[in-house]
């Protein structure tokens, strides 16, 4: 005779309170993600349902309260390594939330209609990455859909969207500084156009050369537009000026890239004859060699500190700007200046 198997049943909320030590109604508040939670009842909760593989019922959570429990990753033109590093913040953190990710590309024409979908979807919030987060286009979409978004590195102030961020400023100056501490006097720099984190950056690289009494040179700067190719063109203007660069410190990693392969074209080697900095932390600055000395910008973290933006209740505050920290990582791209 053959046998059928008999589905596995479903743990219930009961079940995950007395495993944890607590109320059904506790476990139901950290399911729905209301604040009324000790952080250690929290924890052991999350842990419960864990043992137990518990997932809550969607569908019920939905009907017995105003959210989806939906949220939505929009991303488009800022590279898929980007991309994926912040999908994977935002999924984990979504899942301890007990809430569900879907994800949009945006390509240039098709704002509206995506912003139609998210409402259609009924999502309680959108995570919007750069460069889409000073993409006025989209924004404007996604307002008059009265979707509530929250933005990854914005460009500029929002007056209604909670954002999260570093301080470009002083990533850039503590790079900068790194470099003169390795005896480095004549530094490049290539910006990043005249977007707002090109610019903090660049504001950084300055006060690090004033703080150390290095007089400022226009000739030591170029503009580069976060490109590997800008970054390679501008590296040759700045190795081809009257002063050459010991150290070029570079907006972002792409443009880092670009300089180390002009160096290598122009008969120069990293780091003996020219140390090169970038911006980012971007996978590929360890896959070059040699690896690249970068600013880490936490962009899982941001994009988990997103979604807790997302999850905070709506009640007429102000909108919630958060600063997360950076890490400056040496690599072998720069080194100790020897004496000429």
Same mark, same amino acid.
């Given at each position: ?13 009961? +079940? ?21 939670? *000790? ?159 090109? *610019? ?93 000395? *970068? ?5 899982? +973290? ?35 200046? *020897?004496?000429?």
């Amino acid at each position: 005779m053959s046998q059928t198997s008999t589905p596995a049943r479903r743990p219930t909320i009961k +079940e995950v309170a007395k495993l944890a030590g607590v109320s059904f109604k506790t476990v139901a508040r950290v399911v729905n993600n209301e604040p009324s939670v *000790t952080a250690e009842r929290r924890e052991a909760v999350h842990k419960a349902m864990t043992m137990l593989n518990y997932a809550p019922n969607v569908s019920a959570r939905q009907l017995a309260s105003k959210r989806s429990y939906l949220l939505a990753l929009v991303f488009g033109g800022g590279g898929l390594d980007n991309f994926a590093r912040a999908q994977t913040g935002a999924i984990r953190r979504c899942r301890e939330a007990g809430y569900q990710l879907i994800v949009e590309e945006v390509v240039p024409g098709s704002e509206t209609e995506v912003a139609a979908r998210l409402q259609n979807a009924r999502v309680d919030g959108v995570i919007v990455l750069p460069p889409l987060s000073f993409h006025p286009p989209l924004l404007e979409a996604l307002r008059e859909r009265a979707l509530r978004y929250a933005l990854i590195s914005p460009d500029g102030g929002d007056p209604i969207a909670s954002s999260v961020g570093l301080d470009d400023k002083l990533a850039a100056k503590q790079m900068t500084s790194r470099l003169i501490a390795l005896g480095h006097r004549d530094i490049g720099f290539i910006s990043g156009g005249d977007r707002r984190a090109s *610019t903090y950056r660049r504001i950084g690289y300055r006060a690090a050369l004033e703080t150390a009494g290095i007089p400022l040179r226009p000739d030591l700067e170029a503009e580069g537009d976060f490109s590997f190719k800008s970054g390679e063109v501008a590296a040759r203007q700045l190795l081809g000026g009257p002063v050459r660069p010991s150290a070029i410190f570079a907006a972002n990693d792409g443009m880092a890239l670009g300089v180390m392969v002009a160096a290598a074209r122009l008969g120069l080697r990293v780091p003996e004859d020219l140390s090169v900095a970038g911006f980012d932390d971007m996978p590929y600055a360890k896959l070059v060699w040699p690896e690249l000395t *970068t600013i880490r910008r936490p962009l899982r +973290e941001m994009a988990s500190t997103a979604v807790d933006l997302l999850l905070e209740p709506e009640d007429g505050r102000a909108p919630h700007h958060v600063v997360l920290d950076f890490e400056l990582i040496e690599r072998g791209s720069t080194m100790q200046r *020897t004496a000429p």
